[in-house]
């Protein structure tokens, strides 16, 4: 596909540089796009040519970072002279062998889950964590052996310019609104999400929650359907029996763990954790590694992670938590009064169901950044005590004074950080180095 093509890399971030290093093994001549005017290019030891005025008409392919809008004006330009765009999830298919690739995505739990698998299935072999997480999925994809394990937590942004991909396992965590200001509508996001299964057939499996509406959306798969569910008994897959996870496949019907072993809170964590547990399973990983592996499991940074304990009040960093329904189940999660802080960059969110069901659980809300404003405005609307700061450190500072002995300071913003922080990553370890100055 990829032999004497002229190939465009737009975006030279993590995942283009992935992409060059990659392409750079190839016959192939390779362009590069970056609106990024501070760019070093002097680090960058592969060949390639920067993209000029008359050269897109020359373009064969264009391999899309995800942090580029779909309506970016080269890419539809692009697309008026027919050129095909792929993301670098396609790209790392199209030139990996690697016959055990697992994928996984959703609205919340994809890093979670991910992560957890990968620490499972490390236990039996070499394994890559890779996509959001990790590496970038193009640097490792001509690395891993046939028989190796890729797991991909996959993004709507990746999976839209996807067209063979077709990974071994498939697990689709839930799907709610989300990245409408790049999808523009509800329907656009389900479809870029549902396309993991797209190209499945019957000799590859789909992990599907029961729990979650897209269930009814996916009946026509032509794969191997297991389901995961914390409120329906005896589905083909996991489920909950008095507080024990089960797995049933068939007449096999197995006791995995008890969730008082499991270490990360919340009931949402342990729909991921069945999530990971089918995917072992479909790979014959032993129930005893299964067991182990989940019981040392600790969760992962910014995902409700516990910060520190101060005259105690108890600190948690939930960055990652850039939706209404993330944050929802973060404060779900906490089991005492919680100072929550949030607000960011303005994603076209809706936050009035968030407001209604959190309510009952918070002390306060402390908000800042661009949605500080419009968050407030819903919150007074079910009566919750509001507070507009004008950062961060103001924020944790405020809720210090507002909380009391045995309460939660939770950061989960429900948006994206990008009006102040370069990343949810950068924004969390700023509330962590704050707290842990306190």
Same mark, same amino acid.
Request: proline letters at 3%; a neutral charge.
């Given at each position: 596909?990829?032999?004497?093509?002229?190939?465009?890399?737009?975006?030279?971030?993590?995942?283009? *540089?992935?992409?060059?290093?990659?392409?750079?093994?190839?016959?192939?001549?390779?362009?590069?796009?970056?609106?990024?005017?501070?760019?070093?290019?002097?680090?960058?030891?592969?060949?390639?040519?920067?993209?000029?005025? &008359?050269?897109?008409?020359?373009?064969?392919?264009?391999?899309? $970072?995800?942090?580029?809008?779909?309506?970016?004006?080269?890419?539809?330009?692009?697309? +008026?002279?027919?050129?095909?765009?792929?993301?670098?999830?396609?790209?790392?298919?199209?030139?990996?062998?690697?016959?055990?690739?697992?994928?996984?995505? %959703?609205?919340?739990?994809?890093?979670?889950?991910?992560?957890?698998? &990968?620490?499972?299935? *490390?236990?039996?072999?070499?394994?890559?964590?890779?996509?959001?997480?990790?590496?970038?999925?193009?640097?490792?994809?001509?690395? !891993?052996?046939?028989?190796?394990?890729?797991?991909?937590?996959?993004? #709507?942004?990746?999976?839209?310019?996807?067209?063979?991909?077709?990974?071994?396992?498939?697990?689709?965590?839930?799907?709610?609104?989300?990245?409408?200001?790049?999808?523009?509508?509800?329907?656009?996001?389900? +479809?870029?999400?549902?396309?993991?299964?797209?190209?499945?057939?019957?000799?590859?499996?789909?992990?599907? +929650?029961?729990?979650?509406? $897209?269930?009814?959306?996916?009946?026509?798969?032509?794969?191997?359907?297991?389901?995961?569910?914390?409120?329906?008994?005896?589905?083909?897959?996991?489920?909950?029996?008095? &507080?024990? =996870?089960?797995?049933?496949?068939?007449?096999? *019907?197995?006791? =995995?763990?008890?969730?008082?072993?499991?270490?990360?809170?919340?009931?949402?964590?342990?729909?991921?954790?069945?999530?990971?547990?089918?995917?072992?399973?479909?790979?014959?990983? #032993?129930?005893?590694?299964?067991?182990?592996?989940?019981?040392?499991? #600790? /969760?992962?940074?910014?995902?409700?992670?516990?910060?520190?304990?101060?005259? /105690?009040?108890?600190?948690?960093?939930?960055?990652?938590?850039?939706?209404?329904? #993330?944050?929802?189940?973060?404060?779900?999660?906490?089991?005492?009064?919680?100072?929550?802080? /949030? /607000? %960011?960059?303005?994603?076209?969110?809706?936050?009035?169901?968030?407001?209604?069901?959190?309510?009952?659980?918070?002390?306060?809300?402390?908000?800042? %950044?661009?949605?500080?404003?419009?968050?407030?405005?819903?919150?007074?609307?079910? &009566?919750?005590?509001?507070?507009?700061?004008?950062?961060?450190?103001? !924020?944790?500072?405020?809720?210090?004074?507002?909380?009391?002995?045995?309460?939660?300071?939770?950061?989960?913003?429900?948006?994206? $950080?990008?009006?102040?922080?370069?990343?949810?990553?950068?924004?969390?370890?700023?509330?962590?180095?704050?707290?842990?100055?306190?």
């Amino acid at each position: 596909m990829f032999k004497d093509k002229k190939i465009l890399v737009m975006g030279l971030g993590i995942t283009g *540089r992935a992409c060059l290093k990659a392409l750079n093994q190839m016959p192939c001549k390779v362009y590069c796009y970056d609106e990024n005017k501070d760019l070093n290019l002097e680090d960058i030891e592969e060949d390639f040519v920067m993209l000029k005025d &008359g050269d897109l008409e020359n373009i064969d392919i264009i391999i899309k $970072s995800p942090g580029i809008y779909p309506d970016h004006p080269l890419l539809e330009k692009a697309r +008026n002279l027919g050129i095909k765009i792929i993301s670098d999830l396609e790209f790392a298919y199209k030139i990996s062998s690697c016959k055990n690739l697992i994928a996984i995505t %959703g609205t919340n739990g994809k890093t979670t889950t991910t992560t957890l698998v &990968g620490q499972i299935l *490390r236990q039996v072999n070499k394994t890559y964590v890779v996509g959001n997480i990790g590496r970038g999925i193009s640097e490792i994809a001509l690395e !891993a052996k046939n028989n190796d394990f890729i797991v991909i937590e996959a993004s #709507s942004f990746q999976l839209e310019d996807t067209h063979e991909f077709k990974p071994k396992v498939a697990l689709l965590t839930y799907v709610t609104k989300d990245h409408l200001d790049w999808h523009k509508t509800e329907d656009n996001y389900r +479809n870029a999400k549902y396309k993991i299964f797209a190209n499945q057939d019957k000799d590859d499996f789909s992990i599907i +929650n029961y729990d979650d509406r $897209s269930r009814e959306d996916l009946k026509d798969l032509k794969s191997n359907i297991y389901y995961f569910s914390t409120e329906k008994k005896d589905v083909r897959g996991c489920f909950l029996d008095d &507080g024990k =996870i089960i797995f049933k496949d068939g007449d096999i *019907r197995e006791e =995995i763990i008890d969730i008082k072993d499991i270490k990360i809170p919340g009931i949402h964590n342990v729909k991921n954790v069945m999530g990971a547990i089918i995917i072992a399973k479909i790979f014959n990983v #032993s129930n005893d590694i299964i067991k182990q592996s989940i019981e040392i499991f #600790s /969760g992962v940074e910014h995902r409700i992670e516990f910060v520190k304990k101060v005259n /105690g009040v108890s600190f948690y960093n939930d960055s990652k938590g850039t939706n209404p329904d #993330s944050t929802l189940v973060a404060v779900k999660a906490m089991t005492n009064k919680t100072i929550l802080i /949030g /607000g %960011g960059y303005d994603k076209g969110s809706d936050f009035n169901s968030l407001m209604e069901n959190i309510a009952p659980n918070l002390r306060s809300l402390i908000v800042f %950044g661009q949605t500080g404003p419009k968050m407030a405005k819903e919150a007074k609307n079910y &009566g919750i005590e509001v507070f507009i700061v004008k950062d961060l450190p103001a !924020a944790v500072k405020l809720g210090v004074s507002l909380a009391k002995k045995g309460d939660s300071i939770l950061l989960s913003p429900a948006c994206a $950080s990008w009006d102040m922080y370069s990343s949810y990553e950068e924004r969390g370890k700023h509330f962590k180095k704050i707290v842990k100055e306190l």
